[in-house]
T-cell receptor, first 113, second 117 residues
Framework: SQELEQSPQSLIVQEGKNLTINCTSS?????LYWYKQKYGEGLIFLMM???GGEEKSHEKITAKLDEKKQQSSLHITASQPSHAGIYLC?????????????WGAGTKLIIKP | DTEVTQTPKHLVMGMTNKKSLKCEQH?????MYWYKQKAKKPPELMFV???????INESVPSRFSPECPNSSLLNLHLHALQPEDSALYLC????????????????FGNGTRLTVT
């Protein structure tokens, strides 16, 4: 079955600095999703990537999918306190014979003022 | 603001109680999902409804009973829960059920924080 590994598990960054979170898949990615979650709240959809080499940006967040479609990175430029939270990558895959969204373990991002 | 609405936001119930969680979406999505999320863990899929029919049940105990009255509503009926069932319960919807060529993301509600005493 497909597995997603996220790194780092947690990250403390000074406000204004850039950062990168990685998501690596054990199999080819057909669809890779990035979500953000604040503690105790729902998941907010950030971006979806499907094609090898694809790159998308929203405000100061950029996500890329590598050419081999097995790794994605999420890059935040000039981080702000509002960027703090847990970032989750998810991939369309098969688990227990069902198509479903398979999740990485998450990266906890803390922004130091 | 999320387009998927979940009620209640918080729920405390005893092990002998019967309660229901509710979820509503008006995006015309045909697939709806229940997830359970424990602290510091990613969401775990419980149920998937596709076109108002249960398509996936991830071996969830019968004390959790889903219901999809129509394409906009999803309920989760709770009965005789255990303290270990305490978690954040998330509802989500998408245009269609997830497939490898799927290109529509899941939209999540803000969840119901359930505590079983």
């Amino acid at each position: 079955s497909q597995e997603l590994e996220q790194s780092p598990q947690s990250l403390i960054v000074q406000e204004g600095k850039n950062l990168t979170i990685n998501c690596t898949s054990s199999k080819t990615l057909y669809g890779l999703y990035w979500y953000k979650q604040k503690y105790g709240e729902g998941l907010i959809f950030l971006m979806m990537l499907q094609k090898g080499g694809e790159e998308k940006s929203h405000e100061k967040i950029t996500a890329k999918l590598d050419e081999k479609k097995q790794q994605s990175s999420l890059h935040i430029t000039a981080s702000q306190p509002s960027h703090a939270g847990i970032y989750l990558c998810g991939a369309a895959g098969v688990m227990d014979s069902n198509y479903q969204l398979i999740w990485g373990a998450g990266t906890k991002l803390i922004i130091k003022p | 603001d999320t387009e998927v609405t979940q009620t209640p936001k918080h729920l405390v119930m005893g092990m002998t109680n019967k309660k229901s969680l509710k979820c509503e979406q008006h995006m015309g999505h045909r697939a709806m999902y229940w997830y359970k999320q424990k602290a510091k863990k990613p969401p775990e899929l419980m149920f998937v409804y596709s076109y108002e029919k249960l398509s996936i049940n991830e071996s969830v105990p019968s004390r959790f009973s889903p219901e999809c009255p129509n394409s906009s509503l999803l309920n989760l009926h709770l009965h005789a829960l255990q303290p270990e069932d305490s978690a954040l319960y998330l509802c989500a919807s998408s245009q269609e059920n997830l497939q490898p060529s799927y290109n529509s993301p899941l939209h999540f509600g803000n969840g119901t924080r359930l505590t079983v005493t």
